[in-house]
């Protein structure tokens, strides 16, 4: 199993906005990528639009929190 954390934070202060956990087959790195890529995306956009709900949590779809 592969197993990568992202997390989106601020500059100063790494004040930490979102947070997500993404595991795979080592055999599927290309579509764990892909799915990161994704989610990172949307995670963005998410805080983009309702900044004062920050920091949270936004689990990625099949994310193990």
Known sequence: I???AVEIFTVPGRTVLASQIHEAPVDDVVAMQTEIARATCE???LLRETPQEAPRIIPAAGAQL
Do not use: N
């Open 2 to 4: 592969f197993r990568v």
């Open 43 to 45: 995670a963005v956009r």
